[in-house]
């Protein structure tokens, strides 16, 4: 089968198409020929090298963890899905490979598409979507229902960003969305009550406290502190140094720091799925590229101008 490969460690040049062995399934799992996948900056910091004491992986290396794909073969013990099933996933992150023609997904984390979705949406959703809902659920204690907070969403135009202004109004937050003018206007349609441009001088000015910050572009923590009122909240799925220590800090304090640590599960995914029915969560896609052109996608990632998520078209 073709896939992108690195066979070493380095930026988007370290990419190129490959003749593979195609995989098989193994018990519990389930072997998918790839519709779509998507790219997620974890995917090219993880080539640099810079994570490989943190995640290490083994080269050669199939990069890409979500996926889309229709079921060809199922592992030993599989029941929960048959031949024909068009399916999503976020694939073990030890393992990726996404970003090949037939990819292997463990049914733990593995869902049904809504009917009708398009498979590159589809491949979008479950990386970012379940870091924006357990950002925004289990870290940031957002209920899904009924939500008084304000919220704001640093970062409100990305790929996990998008979705979290979605999230966070379907839960009946009043979300402000923090974008660049340019992507205003997209903020706006996706359920921000307001909008500011981080580019304008006193941008913040008048805005009443926060009770939840949601910070996908990442750095220091101090800055967005401050927007908190008492007993606020601030995680961020981007966390640096300044999150991770001031989160040990917070049996001791009201305002609590947290960094999104993302547990892969098909409950989750599913929470998400029925948002998409619903219609009140749609993945934006910024660009679309096909499998050879996994490089240009990386390197649109990289310059961090995307609005919304990058599709690879693998199947034609």
């Given at each position: 089968m073709r896939a992108?490969?690195?066979?070493?460690y380095g930026g988007p040049e370290c990419l190129e198409s490959a003749d593979i062995v195609r995989p098989t399934a193994g018990p519990g799992q389930v072997l998918l020929r790839v519709l779509a996948s998507s790219v997620n900056p974890v995917d090219w910091k993880l080539a640099s090298g810079k994570l490989r004491l943190l995640r290490p992986i083994r080269l050669p290396f199939v990069p890409?963890?979500?996926?889309?794909g229709e079921v060809v073969e199922l592992g030993a013990g599989v029941t929960e899905f048959s031949p024909g099933d068009r399916v999503h996933a976020r694939l073990a992150h030890g393992r990726g490979a996404a970003s090949a023609e037939y990819s292997v997904a463990d049914v733990a984390v593995t869902v049904r598409m809504p009917a009708g979705m398009d498979p590159g949406e589809a491949a979008g959703l479950p990386l970012a979507g379940m870091t924006a809902l357990q950002g925004l659920r289990d870290d940031c204690k957002l209920?899904?229902?009924?939500?008084?907070?304000?919220?704001?969403?640093?970062?409100?135009?990305?790929?996990v960003g998008h979705l979290a202004v979605q999230i966070a109004r379907a839960a009946g937050a009043t979300v402000v969305g923090v974008c660049s003018g340019k992507n205003a206007e997209l903020v706006a349609q996706l359920g921000a009550h307001e909008v500011i441009d981080y580019t304008e001088p006193d941008a913040y000015r008048g805005q009443a406290p926060f009770d939840v910050v949601f910070d996908c572009v990442g750095g220091s923590p101090r800055p967005w502190l401050a927007k908190l009122g008492p007993g606020g909240r601030y995680a961020s799925p981007m966390p640096g140094v300044g999150t991770l220590l001031r989160s040990l800090i917070n049996p001791l304090t009201r305002t609590k720091v947290r960094a999104v640590m993302l547990k892969t599960n098909a409950a989750d995914l599913q929470v998400l799925d029925r948002l998409v029915e619903a219609g009140a969560l749609r993945v934006v896609v910024d660009s679309r590229y096909p499998l050879v052109g996994l490089r240009a996608a990386w390197e649109r990632s990289i310059s961090g101008r995307a609005a919304g998520k990058l599709v690879i078209d693998v199947a034609s």
């Open positions: 992108m490969v690195y066979r070493a890409g963890f979500d996926v889309a209920p899904m229902t009924g939500a008084t907070e304000r919220v704001l969403v640093v970062g409100a135009s990305g790929g």
